[in-house]
């Protein structure tokens, strides 16, 4: 009889604990479960965390002129000329003591960091502004007006970062940095190439005519249109009015082949838009016009005969610029 009660006291304890340890499973499990019923974002809208450039003594470029405005931004001497020589290496070092970092005067991933743990929006001024403007490829005027913003949102949304058009740190990440997706297959059709090219921060694209006036036929809208596959717009005003057209493969692969192989930044002043010739190839898709080759405007010091000459090993058949009639001031590379 005493056996059997203890039996059964034992039974009744090992329930008591089975029931607690359950409940307590139960407990956990439910706060998992519901974390993990949270709808997830799409890998699309997760911005990657991009590698730092290494930047040290004989560096040159973009990165370097960015590194040089930022230690301007935070009251080092520096001249902003994109040539990491001894005067840049000496602030970065002096940076680096004040910042509680390693001081070895190379900008590597912390330095980086600390460097750009600074928000930079609409309104603001200075060193800072012309950091981001050099990384966008705008005109660097050190103010944060309607342009700058609007650059900057189209590069967030392109990247996948909060569309606020402010410069926080995952906005200077992406900016500077350099991710390492998986290498995508080769694109065939206009319409891949043309968003394959809309990723590419060396080459952006004119807003505006400088001729005509028809904001569905811009550079800047004739790429996005072809994106989307609907075609690039011709200017209602021009010899063949308003039509749509396809952008040639040949020649989205030859801007790509530029920036990606040659290093060059473009600014593409026309694709199809604008007013030309009556028998111009801009109407038939063949040809884009650039008028600021890294940075600097055709005509003014910018090597567009370097250009020139890759758009022909490219296969390009009319290639034009200043010493041209009517180029002087551009670029124009076509296709037959």
Not at 125 to 135: E, L, P, T
Not at 147 to 176: C, E, H, M
Not at 189 to 207: D, F
């Amino acid at each position: 009889m005493r056996k059997n009660a203890r039996n059964l006291l034992l039974q009744g304890l090992a329930a008591v604990l089975l029931a607690g340890g359950t409940l307590g499973a139960v407990n956990v499990t439910g706060d998992e479960a519901n974390a993990s019923a949270k709808p997830v974002p799409h890998a699309t809208h997760t911005p990657r965390i991009a590698a730092w450039p290494v930047l040290r003594t004989g560096s040159r470029g973009t990165d370097v002129l960015t590194v040089q405005h930022l230690l301007a931004a935070r009251g080092h001497a520096v001249t902003a000329d994109g040539t990491y020589g001894k005067k840049t290496a000496a602030a970065v070092s002096q940076f680096q003591k004040r910042a509680g970092l390693r001081v070895d005067g190379i900008v590597g991933a912390k330095t980086w960091a600390k460097l750009t743990a600074l928000t930079v929006r609409s309104g603001a001024r200075g060193h800072a502004v012309k950091a981001v403007q050099v990384q966008l490829d705008l005109k660097v005027d050190g103010v944060f007006g309607k342009n700058t913003a609007s650059a900057v949102s189209q590069f967030q949304k392109r990247y996948g970062l909060r569309n606020d058009g402010i410069v926080g740190p995952k906005t200077w990440n992406a900016l500077i940095g350099t991710s390492t997706p998986a290498k995508p297959k080769p694109a065939t059709s206009a319409t891949a190439l043309a968003r394959q090219l809309l990723g590419k921060r060396g080459i952006t694209y004119a807003t505006k005519h400088s001729k005509t006036v028809d904001p569905r036929s811009t550079a800047y809208r004739n790429i996005h249109d072809m994106a989307q596959g609907i075609g690039a717009a011709t200017s209602t005003n021009s010899h063949v009015g308003f039509k749509r057209v396809q952008l040639d493969p040949r020649m989205l692969k030859a801007l790509i082949t530029l920036h990606d192989k040659h290093h060059y930044r473009l600014q593409i002043s026309e694709f199809v838009g604008g007013s030309h010739s009556k028998n111009s190839r801009h109407y038939r898709g063949l040809s884009f016009d650039a008028n600021f080759i890294n940075g600097i405007h055709v005509g003014s010091g910018a090597p567009h005969k370097q250009v020139m000459k890759l758009c022909r090993d490219l296969g390009a058949t009319e290639v034009l610029g200043p010493g041209n009639k009517g180029h002087n001031t551009h670029i124009h590379c076509a296709w037959k």
